[in-house]
Structure formats: C-alpha cells, structure tokens
C-alpha cells in the first residue's frame, strides 16, 4: 500500500528540457557567500526522447548544459542541449540514426561505421579557460562557457585516439588534470592522459586489457593513478548487430575478479597490477600515499545492478526502493610493495557522488561531502552529507518531493579544509522547478537558494568555475 502523504511523481525529472535559454536573471534568496564568484556548470540529460520514441536507458539521452552563475550577490541562469553533430544529422532526418531508439538497421549500420552519437551527457569541466562536455564513450565536447553554445567535438589538438572518460581527476600539487579513455579493438586498452594548467594536454601512454570492460571512473593521487577495473565485460557482438538496450550489453562475470592497477604518473609504463575479490567502483572520492600505502575512498557495489535498475527513468518513484541507486562509502588500503588490498565500509548510510576539497586533490583529506538518502515512511528523503575522517557524519535532509544531485564544494581562498559552501541542484516535484541549494561546507546549515526558473532534468555531474582558481590551504 502507498505510505499517505506520499509526494506527486517525480516524472518531470525525467522528460526533455522544457525550454533552452541564455542567462537570465533569477531569484535568490538567503545570502549568497561573498567569495562565490563564479559559475556552476552542471550536464545531464536534456533529452529523453525524440521523434516519439524514448531512449531505453537514461545514459542514452542527449546532453544539456546548465549553469548558474553568481557575480556580487546577483545570479543568473541559462541552459541549452549539447548540439551534437549526431544529435544535428538526427534532426535533419527526422528519426534516430544510433543507438536504441533507432530501428535495427539503422543502428547496425551506426555501429559498423563508427557513427554512434556522442551524447556528451555526463560531466562538464573546465581546463585552460575552455569548457568541455563529457561521455565516456567519445572525445570532449566543448562548449561556449558563456553562452552554452557546441563548439564541437575535440580531440585536444589530436592528443585522443578514442575516447575520453567522463571523470578527470586534477592533482593539485602536479597542477594538472589527469585522465583515462577506453580504446576497444582487438585488444582493448586503457589511453592516459594529462592534461597540465600550462601547456598542451598530453597522451602518457596506454595500458592493455585482457577484455573490453566499461570503466566509469579511477582516482589519482599525488603520484599514481589507480583503476579497479571491474569484471563488466561489454559484449562487442552484441552491440555491433544492434542487440538489445545499453544494459544488455554489459556482463557481469564476478569470477574474474577486479583487477587493481596503479600507475605511476612518472612511470607510466611500469603499471602494478594484481586482482582482488570482485566489486564495482562506480565514483571515487579521492586518494592519497601515506607509508607506502594508498588510501582510496570509493562508492562500492557488489555488482552492477545499479545500471539495470536506471532502465529509462520512468520506474522511479519515492517508494519503489529498487529503483534507487545508492552505494556504500569504502575505504580501500593498498600496500603498493606487497600488492595487497583490504577495502572496508566506512558508513553505513546510503550513498554515491562523493567530492572532496578541490585543493585537496591528490593528498591527504579529511573530509568527503556526499549525495545520501534515508527512508521515513518508506518514503525516499534526499539528503546531502558530510563525513569526517573520525566517522563523524551530519546530515541536511531534504524536505519530501525534492531530490538533490551531487554535491559540489567550493572554498574560498586560504580556507580551512571545510570551510566554503556545497553546491547541490534540487528538483521539486510539487512546484515543477529546479533550484541550487547553497549549504555552510562545514555544518550544513543552508545559506541560500538561486531559484530556477524550471525543472533541470537529471544530471550526473558538475563543476564550479571560480572567478579565481583553488588555491593551497593554510593548514
Ligand atoms: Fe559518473
């Protein structure tokens, strides 16, 4: 029986952008901060469907860009689609050219000739004053930061033979984001790739696979990269006939373990590689070295259900709580000369969307801002929470009907570790709109809200671009 007082369908979080605009004032109330000046960029899906058919699973959608940007206590908002050049040919034609909306013809011949969309639907960051949009699948996308236009694929001036993952990681003590990108073919393999604050983004080499897996995301400390590379094996058959939605192409195949590779960022050809138990990372906090160990904090799942319980969005409801995704917050220690590894719960609550400091990156932290959740009255209640390194946890809940995104920390410039505001898009389904919840870093305690002036749908992930980039911390 449905709990009484159970909130209206969160539907609208799921159906296409109702409107793209450029930045328009909005509403804010509470006090914003001083020192946040900037933009948060966040990307998602701004289509679901087209041309009367649904995409089967919400990773398929087209992306949209929204941003929100503060200047002296003012803010205003804008968001526009990623105008793919699939996305563009699609329109032209009048129907699906790729993927599972598209009929089976169709997407086999897409597949044969490598003309799969990139949707550019996941993250959104920013390196050397340009703006790039995200997908695992395909090169970055970049984007006008002011006006949210396509500027269109790229290749980072021919440094990216395949793809380019949607989770780079910066190590601020190296001044540089790093990142990976898969390369399937007759034998698949892991491209790295830095990408420094000065100077030309580079390919530091590439790492072979024993099979083509999906890999979401990795972490990077001040000296290594490290994958756990999950036993999720993509079927290259059945995605080149055309068989099945995204979810049915992947395999889950526990008995191969998940493999462990560190690289060292110097080193890059001399990986470590060992196998453990299998598990699914699906977002890494951060990591760092301490006595000749790592100590990596990740979302841990024990399989992949969390891609098929996605489907197309429309089984999600405040009750049904095998449609939420969450995951547990591990602590993974590996000791680099004996290759062993121990992973441990760290919490018991339910989570994903881990971030830290941004000027921690790479080192030592102490403190892991996350997405959470809790049941009241079998009811979902959004939550955003703070974990300390002691366990210390403290929790802003959501009020019912409104469900918030990751969280994004910002800080000011020589601050304390938790000291700043977190940043969280927030849907509402009784009012149908989006708005951005500011929260004190350090308590939780809300300090403003920027009013949109519609729902955003879903996103995944986001950025703050600051008037002035993350600086080293006092302490
Ligand atoms: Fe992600």
């Known amino acids: 029986m449905m709990p009484q007082n159970t909130p209206p369908s969160p539907r609208s979080l799921f159906e296409n952008l109702k409107r793209e605009h450029p930045f328009e004032p909005v509403s ?21 469907e087209q041309f009367g058919r649904r995409y089967t699973h919400v990773f398929e959608g087209d992306g949209a ?5 503060v200047e002296g206590g003012q803010s205003l908002a804008a968001v526009r689609l990623v105008e793919s050049d699939g ?50 699948g395909g090169k970055p996308t970049e984007i006008n930061p002011d006006t949210l236009e396509t500027i269109g694929e790229s290749d980072l001036e021919g440094e990216i033979p395949g793809a380019f993952s949607a989770h780079p990681h910066r190590v601020e003590s190296r001044k540089a984001l790093y990142n990976f990108g898969l390369r399937y073919g007759k034998q698949t393999q892991i491209d790295l790739f830095t990408l420094p604050d000065t100077g030309p983004a580079r ?22 990269l490290i994958f756990f590379i999950a036993p999720v094996s993509i079927s290259i058959w059945r995605h080149m006939v055309g068989f099945g939605d995204f979810a049915d192409k992947l395999k889950w195949s526990p008995a191969l373990g998940t493999e462990v590779i560190i690289v060292p960022i110097d080193r890059p050809d001399q990986p470590i590689r060992f196998s453990v138990e299998a598990f699914f990372a699906s977002h890494f906090a951060g990591a ?4 000749g160990h790592l100590i990596v904090d990740y979302i841990h799942y024990p399989d992949i259900s969390l891609i098929t319980v996605l489907e197309d969005g429309l089984g999600m409801t405040w009750t049904d709580k095998s449609r939420h995704v969450h995951g547990a917050l591990h602590r993974a220690h590996i000791n680099i000369a004996h290759r062993t590894f121990t992973t441990t719960p760290r919490w018991d609550g339910l989570c994903e969307f881990p971030r830290i400091n941004p000027a921690r990156e790479g080192r030592k932290y102490q403190v892991i801002w996350l997405q959470t959740a809790c049941y009241i009255e079998d009811c979902l209640r ?6 300390d390194e002691n366990g210390g946890v403290i929790t802003y809940t959501l009020p019912p009907g409104q469900f918030c995104s990751e969280p994004v920390p910002v800080m000011p410039l020589h601050s304390r570790e ?32 920027i009013q949109l002036s519609q729902v955003i749908p879903l996103t995944f992930h986001g950025s703050w671009v600051g008037e002035t980039p993350p600086d080293p911390l006092r302490d």
């Open 28 to 48: 804010v109330t509470g006090t914003i901060p001083a020192f946040l000046r900037g933009t948060l960029y966040r990307n998602g899906v701004g289509l679901f």
């Open 65 to 69: 860009i929204s941003a929100v940007r």
């Open 87 to 136: 996305l563009k040919a699609e329109r032209e034609a009048q129907r699906h050219l790729s993927g599972s909306a598209a009929r089976w013809s169709t997407r086999i011949r897409a597949n044969f000739t490598g003309r799969s969309k990139n949707n550019a639907n996941t993250h959104v960051v920013s390196w050397q004053d340009r703006l790039f949009a995200l997908m695992e």
């Open 203 to 224: 390919r530091l080499g590439a790492l072979p696979l024993d099979h083509p897996v999906m890999v979401h995301d990795f972490i990077a400390s001040d000296n290594h």
């Open 288 to 291: 760092y070295e301490e006595d």
């Open 382 to 387: 959004s939550e955003i929470s703070r974990i």
């Open 418 to 449: 938790d000291e700043g505001s977190i940043l969280t898009l927030v849907y509402d389904c009784y009012d149908q709109k989006s708005h951005i919840l500011i929260l004190d870093a350090t308590d939780l305690v809300e300090q403003a809200r």
